[in-house]
């Protein structure tokens, strides 16, 4: 699986759109991008997920660039209970490999009020 | 994720006892998983299954075991635990197409004195 580089902290203000960049410069042509967040110690919630394409759902946009070796989790309009620690997770799908999400040590945002 | 339930939630146990977690779902998939968390670091894969009685090591197999009896039950035991195998426990599910995303409990907290 390729490897990811998060910034280790960000800051946004309440109500302003976050912005969470990832780079994934060996990424493969199969291998898709997850996003994942996880609040204190609870157990890490799926956000969204992409390949080559822009993604939205009702929590995020994921923006993949056309080479796709970076992408950016866009959270529309942060609010208070946003801040947590945001993963960025390369992983491929193929059969019996790629079981395994690789979590590293994400983004910490922190949205202030 | 509400459909994936971890029990106990937190426990309190001594060097050398018997210990099981379970995780049960209700989102009928067939790929489950367990993983472990050290503070300040990422999610480590321990077990995973992908269907009844299918059983695969993970990256830190050693001094656990596993059980799958049933689709929805997936119970992760240390036989004899030790104080390093204190953290936080974490269950996942996964529908049987690879590039679908995991879905985790909320996991349960194991301190071993």
């Known amino acids: 699986d390729a490897k990811t580089t998060q910034p280790p902290s960000m800051d946004c203000a309440e109500g302003r759109a976050a912005n969470l960049p990832c780079n994934h410069s060996?990424?493969?042509?199969?291998?898709?991008v997850y996003w994942y967040r996880q609040i204190h110690s609870q157990g890490p919630q799926y956000i969204i997920h992409?390949?080559?394409n822009n993604e939205t759902n009702e929590m995020a946009s994921l923006i993949i660039t056309e080479d796709r070796k970076s992408s950016t989790l866009i959270l529309p309009h942060a609010t208070l209970r946003d801040t947590a620690v945001y993963y960025c997770?390369?992983?491929?799908?193929?059969?019996?490999?790629?079981?395994?999400?690789?979590f590293g040590t994400g983004t910490s945002l922190t949205v202030i009020p | 994720d509400a459909d994936v339930t971890q029990t106990p939630r937190n426990r309190i146990t001594k060097t050398g006892k018997r210990i099981m977690l379970e995780c049960s779902q209700t989102?009928?998939?067939?790929?489950m998983y367990w993983y472990r968390q050290d503070p300040g670091l990422g999610l480590r894969l321990i077990y995973y299954?992908?269907?009844?009685?299918?059983?695969n090591k993970g990256e830190i197999s050693d001094g656990y075991s596993v059980s799958r009896q049933a689709q929805a039950k997936f119970s992760l035991s240390l036989e004899s635990a030790i104080p390093n195998q204190t953290a936080l426990y974490f269950c996942?599910?996964?529908?049987?197409?690879?590039?679908?995303?995991?879905?985790f409990g909320d996991g349960t907290r194991l301190s071993i004195l």
């Open positions: 997770i390369v992983r491929e799908s193929k059969g019996y490999t790629g079981n395994q999400f690789y």
């Open positions: 989102k009928g998939h067939d790929r």
């Open positions: 060996t990424i493969s042509g199969n291998e898709y």
């Open positions: 992409g390949l080559k």
């Open positions: 299954s992908f269907d009844v009685k299918d059983i």
């Open positions: 996942a599910t996964q529908l049987q197409t690879s590039n679908q995303p995991q879905h």
